[in-house]
């Protein structure tokens, strides 16, 4: 039985990452006027509806599990990811209709949905899974999620090459219900979070600033993972399939850098990566436009996804560290901070991207990482009272 939930939270990560990846790796679709032909400001917005969704699910999402427990929390996530998945391949019969963006906005809306439950979910229920190896059975998930969202863009391109790209959301959707239904007859709990009156003394306001940090990630990540793919097409003339190529790149570096994060803090502590990583990807930032050549910028993107792996999942394992009373809380935050920091970026990067060079935006983006940077110089230090 213990395997079937392994499977079950572990094969639920990857497809997380699978949609959460399906509409930024479609961006070129959706700009391009043989498709979609929505305007940057259009495609920047779309993510939108994703932000407000997860936040909502995320910060309720540990209320509602009080009641129904979080397995319902993950089946909610993952019917919400399947309906987003199938709304993305309909939109294939919409294109130049007046239902053609309200529908891809409904479908980030789910997405959004999707995501705020499942994460939530997933996070306590992996943490759960393996007693005494709790941080490293996140990380796990985590790197399941990254090795989703770094073969969504390769396998969205496939389909679109082949001239039927809707195809790979609808796969994407049957095998969500296959896991749906999977899981549905497990019985996944979690460890009861403590009681302890800490709890009544409301939210220490570091846990909050950890929301800030979480933010800040959210919108690095969201400028490389929504818009990397367009700006090495549109600003530095790559193919299709070479900006594919480079968003996959950025996601499978992001697992990679994750997995060796792994076997680091077996010796290590990771509080100086927790330092250094931030001011490194800032430094990626300001030279990625500058880079010359597909191959430097792709080894760029890799740099990319390797300079930001560890910042998530870092971060909710320091914050609960430092308060573990307020575990569920700090899960539902961050949860909705990344989306948050994701999609904000991706809006405004929207919103100028036609008064400004994208490549100018991309090295403005560095501010970010920056500012992550100096955070981190605080966060890390324990305080004095948890």
């Known amino acids: ?91 294939q019969w919409l294109m130049g209709g007046t239902a053609d963006y309200p529908t891809v906005l409904l479908g980030t809306a789910f997405l959004g949905a999707g995501f705020g439950f499942t994460i939530t979910a997933l996070n306590p229920l992996a943490y759960s899974l393996f007693p005494g190896k709790e941080t490293s059975a996140v990380t796990v998930m985590h790197i399941l999620l990254g090795a989703g969202t770094a073969s969504a863009a390769l396998y969205l391109n496939l389909f679109i090459e082949m001239g039927s790209w809707y195809i790979a959301p609808l796969i994407v959707a049957g095998v969500t219900l296959g896991m749906i239904l999977f899981t549905l007859p497990l019985e996944l709990t979690i460890a009861k979070e403590d009681t302890d009156d800490s709890h009544k003394k409301g939210i220490p306001p570091k846990v909050w600033l950890f929301g800030v940090a979480v933010f800040l990630y959210g919108a690095c990540e969201g400028t490389f993972g929504n818009w990397g793919a367009i700006f090495l097409e549109k600003s530095e003339g790559l193919s299709g399939s070479n900006a594919a190529l480079g968003l996959s790149l950025f996601w499978g570096f992001v697992a990679v850098g994750r997995i060796l994060f792994t076997f680091y803090t077996l010796k290590y502590s990771p509080k100086w990566l927790y330092i250094f990583a931030p001011f490194a990807a800032a430094a990626i930032f300001y030279f990625l436009p500058l880079a010359e050549g597909k191959t430097i910028l792709l080894f ?68 970010y990482a920056f500012a992550l940077g100096v955070l981190a110089i605080f966060l890390v230090r324990k305080p004095k009272q948890v």
Not at 39 to 67: D, N, R, V, W, Y
């Open 300 to 367: 760029f993107m890799s740099l990319g996804g390797l300079g930001l792996a560890i910042l998530f999942p870092l971060s909710i394992s320091t914050a609960t560290d430092q308060f573990p009373t307020h575990a569920a809380f700090i899960s539902g935050l961050l949860v909705a901070a990344i989306q948050l920091g994701t999609g904000f970026s991706s809006y405004i990067i929207g919103l100028f991207e036609e008064q400004l060079q994208l490549s100018d935006i991309i090295q403005y983006s560095s501010v």
């Open 1 to 91: 039985m213990k395997t079937r939930k392994v499977v079950s939270v572990y094969v639920s990560g990857f497809l997380v990452g699978i949609v959460l990846v399906l509409y930024p790796a479609a961006g070129t679709l959706f700009t391009n006027p043989d498709y979609h032909g929505f305007s940057s400001a259009q495609f920047g917005s779309i993510f939108i509806p994703q932000i407000i969704l997860a936040i909502i699910t995320s910060l309720f999402g540990s209320k509602i599990s009080e009641k129904r427990g979080m397995k319902t929390i993950m089946i909610l996530g993952l019917i919400a990811l399947m309906v987003s998945s199938l709304l993305l391949a309909s939109t």
